[in-house]
């Protein structure tokens, strides 16, 4: 068995398991857009030659992120398993629960893991080194202000530690990024256009920091690290101000609508027991695992996270997905036991 984290999109893996084929699964176990940014037709010269640096991507992400100092990666991944190897041993922050990459990437790299709640960080960060954090979490949905991660950040600062943070989630509300406050020392802000573009599949990301932290990062991760097409898809996604606008209201009224049919439907949840942002939601009820298996017999793909006792939804992708959601609701929760959930673990 594999021992690097699990992620949600395993899709085949369920077919195996529930002998169900692909086609007849409604798969909300990622936190991806369904309705992504379109696709045009590629030019073919973009498959034949190396990609070009000044094709003109850096320019667009710089007025997208509003930000001068951009490195491309391979999504924000290739950063979050690059970085752990750019510094020395050193204490290091996590969230106790979080995008599990970041905690299995610091843990390979030697470095010693401090997994903390947030109302542990103030008392703990004068011993740490480094501080990584989702905003908004995965799967938790919990987000922290600017004005509190700059103070982290400089406090950090002043002892040559490091402030990374992860904002695959955080287009949808662009306005709550730390990234407009970069470049400054020791502040590491890792970017996605696989969640609110919905492009996963081209596998790529930004990272914003100050010039020195990034030449480094780029001569760790070499040269040519997005295809031509990617480059060229990327682009003009970030051009596209018209589709993010649409897309932002969109994203808005989806999320209330699925926190409202899980409000309605699940018995004993209410608003405090359901986390999330624009690109999901996430129950927290100790019949977690139940309900998982209860959903994919119905041929409903959800992401568990069995030990925080944690199911997450992505966005259903057409009326008739959401109606097919809420039938699969409606056949399972009259079995389903009222619960008093326990928020101790997670807030939003």
């Not at 020791?186 to 010039?211: M, N, P, Q, W, Y």
């Not at 017999?297 to 925080?308: I, P």
Request: proline share 6%; glycine share 8%.
């Amino acid at each position: 068995m594999s021992l690097t984290p699990q992620h949600g999109g395993r899709l085949l893996q369920a077919s195996q398991q529930y002998r169900r084929a692909p086609s007849k699964w409604l798969d909300l176990s990622t936190g991806i857009n369904p309705h992504g940014w379109p696709v045009p037709h590629i030019d073919a010269a973009s498959w034949q030659r190396l990609p070009d640096p000044d094709d003109g991507l850096l320019a667009a992400a710089q007025h997208y992120y509003q930000t001068p100092e951009l490195l491309a990666t391979a999504g924000s991944q290739a950063a979050i398993q690059a970085l752990p190897r750019l510094r020395a041993k050193s204490q290091v922050g996590l969230p106790t629960i979080g995008y599990a990459e970041h905690r299995y990437h610091w843990q390979q790299a030697g470095h010693q893991l401090n997994l903390l709640d947030r109302d542990q960080i103030d008392a703990t960060l004068d011993r740490l080194d480094v501080l990584v954090l989702i905003n908004p979490n995965n799967p938790t949905g919990e987000r922290y202000s600017i004005d509190q991660l700059l103070g982290w950040q400089q406090r950090l600062a002043r002892r040559g530690g490091w402030l990374i943070v992860d904002e695959a989630f955080i287009d949808a509300r662009p306005e709550q990024s730390l990234i407009q406050h970069c470049p400054r020392k020791g502040l590491i802000v890792l970017r996605s256009v696989g969640k609110f573009f919905g492009l996963a599949g081209i596998r790529a990301g930004f990272v914003a920091a100050d010039s020195d932290l990034l030449q480094r990062l780029e001569s760790w991760l070499g040269p040519w690290a997005l295809t031509g097409p990617t480059r060229q898809i990327c682009q003009l996604a970030l051009l596209d101000s018209a589709w993010q606008q649409q897309t932002r209201i969109r994203l808005a009224a989806d999320q209330q609508r699925l926190k409202a049919l899980l409000k309605k439907h699940i018995n004993g949840t209410s608003v405090q027991s359901i986390h999330g942002c624009e690109l999901f939601q996430t129950l927290q009820r100790p019949d977690a695992v139940e309900l998982h298996r209860r959903f994919a017999e119905q041929g409903v793909l959800l992401r568990l996270f069995e030990s925080e006792q944690l199911l997450r939804l992505g966005l259903p992708g057409s009326e008739q997905q959401w109606q097919r959601l809420s039938r699969a609701v409606d056949s399972i929760t009259p079995n389903i036991i009222p619960i008093a959930p326990n928020l101790s673990a997670t807030r939003t």
